[in-house]
Each structure stands twice: as structure tokens, then as C-alpha cells.
């Protein structure tokens, strides 16, 4: 941005305060401490010295879900265990995000066919923002999909549309713009062939 | 004491109540008759010369195949069995019982089995009668909790039975 080099005084910043929001948003989400099964000792190694979470600003594990922004559910959830996790997810303050982390959370895992107290994936009892695959994943993927959530969170937009809004009346919300992950494969404009 | 000795043992006490010994096997072991069980354990855990102070293991097995095409190969009647395994600290012997039980009581599907719980003479045995409880669907008479310990309290069925039909959805949840 060399146009706007020297233009002003030390310590001032130019921003929108959607970007500022969502800026601090990004860069401070609070996970839940909580882990069910193996993926949990992954999580922790991703929360440890050697990948370090706390990088992106989501090291600060929270022990209660009234002071979390996520949840990732790093394990099997157990038809015991998934009204627990559900209570959990309701006492999350908005706004809240869930990454599936594991087969098991993904789709039932390993556990899909005989597994007769295990559900078939955390999305038939919350909502997940982003699955991470893998039995378990490494670090890096759990790193990749905490990038993906604040990619979510960049997109999230707090304007509303101009001359929508007037006294007594509530303005139309812009839609957030879901940023559609650089692996996925989908192209978003798909290139025109000419036969 | 080797195993040998041990069923010498309960022989010359319990006659007939010991009703079988497998003696060539890594874990030799020694079948009770389900009536004599309670009587059986309490010998084998205060009589000084056998002194079974520790309870390893106590588990079920479900000796059934619900399949039809592969029930002819299958070699074994339908039954469950209750199996313990003993140590002694002082003498450092092992054994292994093992109790037969049929796989519903009177024959009649529904009804659990029974069995006395050993849980007055080992304490451990308390968890491992519930766990084998909830998961086998046994009966254990005089255990003074007997509720599921894995499972929620409101399951239906005993899911490590054979022919145990999963759940197809669970409060709401959709099970397959
Ligand atoms: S996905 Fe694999 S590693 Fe993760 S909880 Fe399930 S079984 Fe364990």
C-alpha cells in the first residue's frame, strides 16, 4: 500500500469496521477444551509447542462454552455423548463455529458399520462450519481448517444494504460472501471453453 | 498350586458341581456349574492353601452365530459363558473359571439369564458384573447396583449379543 506510506501521523490505521471486527474476531478464536476420543491427543499436539495454535490466536482453550468461539469436536461422539454436545453447542455465545475433526465426527469413521453407539457424523447433531478428515488428522490439517474458519469469519458482513434501513425499520443484512476453499476444487467462474 | 492340582482340589470338594477342566491350554480352566458358583468362589478366595485374592478379569462371551449358512460350521450349542479369571498373591497361582449359562432363562427371548454375583467375595467384580450386565444382558443376582455402566441408562438391548439388532435411531438421531 505505498500510496498510503506517509501520508499520516505514527500509530493512526485506516480500516472499515467490518474488517477491524472481523479482524479481531479471526485472530482471537477461543476453542472449547473438549476431546472425545484419540483426535484429542492431535488436538492437543496442535496446541502445543511444536504447531503452536496459539499462533492464530486460538490457543486460549476455554473451559466453559459461555467463553468459546469453537468447538471442535476431535473424537467419537457417542449417542450418550451427543446430547452433551449439543447442550454445549446451544451455550455458545454467537457468533460460534464447529469443526468436525476425524472420520468419526466426519461420517462415523472407522465405527460406521458396527459401531452401534456411535453417530454417523457430529452434523446429524450440530451444525459443522468445516470438516476435517483424516484418523486422526495431523496438526497441520486442524491448522489448515482453523485457517478455513477464519476465512468464514472474513467473509462475515455487519452492513446492510444502503437505504434499506429507516426509523422503525431494520436494514436488509448483506449476505455473507462464503469463501469457497482453494482445495475443494469447485471454480467459482468456470473457464468458458471454445470448441 | 498348578491347575491340575486346583481341580484335584475342587473335585475332592464340590464332586459333581465341577463340571469340566481343560488342563492343555494356555490358560487352563475349570467349569463350575452355575448353582455352585457362589460356593465355589468363596472357597477358592478363603481357603489358605488356594487364597485367590485378586480377581484379573471377569467377562462374557456369547457363543452363538446368527448367520444360518454358517450356523452348521459353527461347532458350539448357543449359550453364554461368564468366564473369571483368579491370581493368588500368595501363592502366585493362576486359574480360570468359566460358568455356562443358557442364552435366555427358561428358554423364553427377553429374559436375562441368571447368575450370582461374585461381588460380596472381589470387589472388583462389582463394574465387571455391570459391564457384563449392559453389554451381555446377564442377570447378576445380589449385585447391589446392578444398573448399565456403558451405555445410557435408557438403551434397549445388549449390544455385544450376536444377534443384537442396531439401533436405527436413538432420540431423534439417525443411526446408520
Ligand atoms: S477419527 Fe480415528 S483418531 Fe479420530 S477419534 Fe475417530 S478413531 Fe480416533
Redesign the interface.
Known sequence: MTWLDGRFEENLIVTTLEQGMNWARQSSIWPMTFGLACCAIEMMAAGASRFDLDRFGAGAFRATPRQADLMIVAGTVT??M??RVRRLYEQMPDPKYVIAMGACTVGGGPYFKWG??V??GVD??VPVDVYVPGCPPRPEALLEGLMRIQDKIKARRVGKVTGTAGPGRQGEKIFDELPVPHHSGCATRPELLEV | MTPAEIHQHLIARFGDRITGVKLDVLDPWVEVAPVALLEVAGHLRHDPALAFDLLTNLTGVDYCEPDPKKAAKFGHEPHLEVVYHLFSFPHRHHVVLKVKLPRWHDDQPGQLPRLDSVSGIWAIADWHEREAYDLLGIDFTGHPNLRRILCAEDWVGHPLRKDYEFPLEYHGIRGR
Open positions: 449417542f450418550k451427543a446430547s452401534y453407539h453417530v454417523k446429524l447433531v
